[in-house]
Nanobody
Framework: QVQLVESGGGLVQAGGSLRLSCAAS????????MGWFRQAPGKDREFVAA????????YYADSVKGRFTISRDNAKNTVYLQMNSLKPEDTAVYSC???????????????????WGQGTQVTVSS
């Protein structure tokens, strides 16, 4: 069992930056791939980024590639999402998720993930 708690969301102007954190408790954090997803009002949840259990491999949605960076610190049981050059269309609730199976072809799929946090709101004003 893994519990996930996100933090770091807030209101920022377009072009600004935010760093989201996802703290995990429970056993085996370093064995899970981790992902970030987001959901805007009236839209489906969408994949943002993922990272392998060791942190050696990262994956990004095209919409955030070059602007967002996912990282993790297994000693601190925490995964991060550094978001730069934010745009109004990045406004959403951002959630982290833990994936035991780490099937790379399925990392963009919400059903691949076993545990989810409650989410943190990110609002980007124009």
């Amino acid at each position: 069992q893994v519990q996930l708690v996100e933090s770091g969301g807030g209101l920022v102007q377009a072009g600004g930056s935010l760093r989201l954190s996802c703290a995990a408790s429970g056993r085996g954090f370093s064995s899970y791939a981790m992902g970030w997803f987001r959901q805007a009002p009236g839209k489906d949840r969408e994949f943002v980024a993922a990272i392998s259990p060791s942190g050696g491999s990262t994956y990004y949605a095209d919409s955030v590639k070059g602007r967002f960076t996912i990282s993790r610190d297994n000693a601190k049981n925490t995964v991060y999402l550094q978001m730069n050059s934010l745009k109004p269309e990045d406004t959403a609730v951002y959630s982290c998720a833990a994936d035991w199976s780490y099937r790379t072809s399925r990392l963009i799929i919400t059903e691949e993930y076993d545990y989810w946090g409650q989410g943190t709101q990110v609002t980007v004003s124009s």
